[in-house]
């Protein structure tokens, strides 16, 4: 059974991590656990209960904000016009032996769901992410995230409603 846990240096084997993008795999090796201990982000990684140690993804989540000027004209229209409150998925990874199943997806869902969840005690208006590449870019977008105006590779998801039940 598949499971999000917060990452565990004494119990994940980040070591064993490879997605196929040496930024994705160097932070989760090198940066991750410090980055998490000084309140910078907080690593969620996803594994199967067979297997615990074995991480099959990871993502990172943080506190951020967005420029209004770089939504949307329709969301833009309905939000102040100073910076807006955000998490920021700062990093999003599959392991290599189980890219093209959906974990990225499943990934997505449970950031949003965290954020979902800590939008009841913080406000935050979406959910931002920034694209290692034009095919991580394609993949954000196909599950509803809109590239920023002057920074396509910037992509949000506003959190009033994911959508994510309805993609495939």
């Not at 201990?37 to 690593?43: A, L």
């Not at 939008?119 to 095919?135: F, I, M, Q, S, T």
Request: aromatic letters at 8%.
């Amino acid at each position: 059974m598949l499971e999000e846990q917060s990452l565990d240096p004494n119990h994940h084997d980040r070591q064993a991590f490879v997605s196929g993008v040496c930024e994705l795999d160097e932070y989760l090796r090198r940066f991750a656990v410090q980055q998490s201990k000084k309140g910078i982000t907080v690593v969620r990684v996803l594994v199967d209960t067979d297997a615990p140690d074995v991480i099959l993804g990871y993502y990172c989540l943080s506190a951020a904000q967005i420029d209004a000027v770089q939504l949307d004209d329709r969301t833009r229209q309905k939000l102040p016009r100073y910076p807006v409150p955000c998490f920021r998925m700062g990093r999003l990874a599959v392991h290599a032996a189980h890219q093209g199943r959906g974990l990225g997806r499943l990934l997505i869902g449970c950031a949003v769901e965290r954020c979902l969840e800590a939008r009841k005690h913080v406000a935050a208006y979406a959910l931002v992410v920034d694209a290692k590449g034009e095919k991580a870019r394609a993949f954000y977008e196909h599950y509803g995230f809109t590239p920023c105006r002057d920074n396509p590779m910037t992509l949000y998801l506003p959190l009033i409603w994911h959508g994510l039940e309805n993609k495939g």
